[in-house]
């Protein structure tokens, strides 16, 4: 049943120049592969061809074909989607946008979800506490493997098709290097007792199977006559069963059903550092999610492209050819990915090479050990107490320059930072930083520039801005969601229409601006900027033309 008080919203994909194979960029096939799958029809999709792009209609044979799609030039583009790279959602009141492939792809969950809240396989894409691929691209290298990695890896190798020697992308190789790692799941200890239970009784059959029929099993001089590599297949086979049921059943209403009703007091007893290790059945563990969604399209591409040698390549990659024939026994990919034009592969299963434990070359180095200095420890509290501890004291006193300070009582309510869920007496400290900030902001404002409050958090600088500064355009840039949807909802209060608002890493936004706020100060430069820099204070910089 549809939720009336959703407003239909509008979905902005690249559309480039493109092969027979693959039609359209890897991120656009990545999302029209998860709106297939979702059957999601609260957003209207346009395609919006780059300047290298040629006019044919070869695009409509990876478009699904449960979704209508319209074609949009760059020029029709809403304002705010011009600021930022592709894709992008925009709400319908045209000044919420977000933008980024991780973003995208969770708000399209999130929609799907509203819309229909019977569907608990779209639900659960999002992982236990529906965190998948939540982190941001710089810090967790999870979300950036993902997200940004492995399809400009597989985007890269398929530009080099012409090479005569198949190279696999460090990337993927690195991939399959994770598959490798133990898998971690909340509530593992039960699932790990269950298969060590499972291996306990395959144990003694097999014991007993062996002693009764020794006889014929062996021939005269004591060779098995069952070949090795299909006894490490069933082998493989079983111990994999209870990891697939797990997995499978997550995406539906059954449960797993117990071994026994209560396990054996010899398993009970078993240190967890004892229990046998959970094999990963999809890229995050025992259960299919959003990363499973955002890597299919791009390793069936990969795979597709390698033609005659294919096979010999898989030998260096068993788990995700594994892994790319589980995630078709899912319910409703084979469906989806058939209305976009993707004909997923039969692979065999290939055993292992000698070549296949290769280490990833861009496995990730431990910076945090690297560069962490362990006598530091940031925020205001502990470098008060060291100073305490040292005999300074520190003693409050009023702002050294009245004049920067606002008249905070006669400001909306809307206004005051402790609408944005702050304490009194934080509120308080975030008031003076903003006297700071505003002060040497409306110097430098002009009529028409537009200001940007990079990772904004609830806004607090950016809505004082925009009430302050009617005349200028202020943008709030911020990776949470939560924080944008405070923010904006403090502005549909003040009745503010010179704000917008991005939820996307900092990589996505590109649109030009004359004054850039930071909470800390740090250079980045963009080719749709300026060059010319003129840092005015710590977190406050302008573009000089």
Same mark, same amino acid.
């Given at each position: 049943m549809k939720n009336n008080c959703m407003h239909e919203a509008c979905l902005y994909l690249e559309l480039c120049n493109h092969t027979e194979d693959k039609v359209f960029p890897l991120h656009t096939s990545i999302v029209l592969f998860l709106m297939s799958y979702c059957e999601s029809t609260s957003i209207k999709v346009f395609l919006v061809p780059n300047e290298d792009s040629t006019s044919n209609l070869l695009w409509?044979?990876?478009?699904?074909?449960?979704?209508?799609?319209?074609?949009?030039?760059?020029?029709?583009?809403?304002?705010?989607? %011009?600021?930022?790279? =592709?894709? @992008?959602?925009? /709400?319908?009141?045209?000044?919420?946008?977000?933008?980024?492939?991780?973003?995208? $792809?969770?708000?399209?969950?999130?929609?799907?979800?509203?819309?229909?809240?019977?569907?608990?396989?779209?639900?659960?894409?999002?992982?236990? %506490?529906?965190?998948? =691929?939540? @982190?941001?691209? /710089?810090?967790?290298?999870?979300?950036?493997?993902?997200?940004?990695?492995?399809? $400009?890896?597989?985007?890269?190798?398929?530009?080099?098709?012409s090479d005569q020697r198949v190279t696999i992308p460090p990337e993927i190789l690195h991939l399959e290097h994770k598959l490798r790692e133990p898998v971690r799941v909340h509530n593992d200890d039960k699932i790990r007792r269950q298969k060590l239970q499972l291996l306990s009784?395959?144990?003694n059959e097999v014991s007993v199977e062996n002693g009764s029929k020794r006889s014929l099993e062996f021939y005269s001089d004591g060779r098995d006559d069952t070949p090795r590599e299909r006894k490490k297949e069933n082998k493989d086979t079983e111990l994999g069963s209870l990891e697939l049921k797990t997995a499978l059943s997550k995406l539906t209403m059954e449960q797993v059903p117990a071994v026994t009703n209560r396990e054996q007091?010899?398993?009970?007893?078993?240190?967890?550092?004892?229990?046998?290790?959970?094999?990963?059945?999809?890229?995050?563990?025992?259960?299919?999610?959003?990363?499973?969604?955002v890597l299919l399209p791009c390793l069936h591409y990969f795979f597709v492209s390698l033609g005659d040698c294919r096979d010999e390549t898989l030998k260096t990659l068993p788990l995700l050819a594994r892994w790319y024939q589980r995630v078709?026994?899912?319910?409703?990919?084979?469906?989806?990915?058939?209305?976009?034009?993707?004909?997923?592969?039969?692979?065999?299963?290939?055993?292992?090479?000698?070549?296949?434990?290769?280490?990833?070359?861009?496995?990730?180095?431990?910076?945090k050990d690297e560069t962490t200095d362990i006598y530091f420890r940031g925020?205001?509290?502990?470098?008060?107490?060291?100073?305490?501890?040292?005999?300074?004291?520190?003693?409050?006193?009023?702002?050294?320059?009245?004049?920067?300070s606002l008249d905070w009582g006669n400001l909306p309510v809307a206004v005051n930072p402790i609408e944005g869920r702050?304490?009194?007496?934080?509120?308080?400290?975030?008031?003076?930083?903003?006297?700071?900030?505003?002060?040497?902001?409306?110097?430098?404002?002009?009529p028409g520039d537009t200001i940007v409050d990079f990772c904004s958090g609830g806004g607090h600088v950016g809505i004082v801005l925009a009430h302050t500064l009617p005349l200028c355009q202020v943008i709030l840039v911020e990776n949470k969601g939560e924080s944008l949807i405070r923010a904006k909802d403090r502005c549909d209060d003040l009745k503010l229409n010179n704000i917008w608002f991005i939820q996307a890493n900092?990589?996505?936004?590109?649109?030009?601006?004359?004054?850039?706020?930071?909470?800390?100060?740090?250079?980045?430069?963009?080719?749709?900027?300026?060059?010319?820099?003129?840092?005015?204070?710590?977190?406050?910089?302008?573009?000089?033309?």
């Open positions: 409509m044979k990876g478009a699904p074909t449960n979704i209508p799609i319209n074609i949009l030039s760059q020029q029709e583009l809403p304002p705010v989607v %011009k600021s930022c790279r =592709l894709p @992008a959602l925009v /709400e319908k009141d045209g000044n919420f946008c977000r933008a980024g492939l991780a973003v995208v $792809l969770r708000h399209i969950i999130w929609r799907t979800c509203e819309t229909d809240c019977n569907r608990k396989d779209v639900s659960e894409l999002l992982g236990f %506490k529906k965190t998948c =691929l939540k @982190a941001c691209a /710089e810090v967790s290298q999870w979300t950036r493997l993902c997200e940004i990695s492995i399809p $400009l890896a597989v985007e890269g190798f398929l530009k080099n098709l009784k395959e144990s007091s010899c398993i009970r007893k078993v240190k967890t550092t004892d229990l046998p290790p959970l094999e990963h059945i999809f890229a995050e563990g025992l259960y299919f999610t959003l990363t499973d969604v078709q026994e899912v319910s409703g990919v084979k469906k989806a990915a058939a209305s976009c034009g993707i004909h997923l592969l039969n692979l065999s299963a290939p055993l292992p090479s000698s070549s296949a434990a290769v280490s990833s070359s861009c496995k990730p180095k431990n910076d925020g205001p509290r502990p470098t008060m107490n060291k100073l305490e501890e040292n005999g300074i004291s520190a003693n409050f006193t009023s702002h050294p320059y009245p004049s920067w702050l304490s009194c007496e934080r509120a308080l400290r975030k008031q003076q930083q903003l006297d700071n900030i505003i002060s040497i902001v409306t110097k430098l404002a002009k900092l990589d996505y936004f590109t649109g030009p601006f004359e004054i850039g706020e930071f909470h800390r100060f740090y250079q980045k430069t963009k080719t749709a900027v300026p060059d010319q820099i003129s840092c005015q204070v710590p977190g406050i910089f302008n573009f000089t033309h």
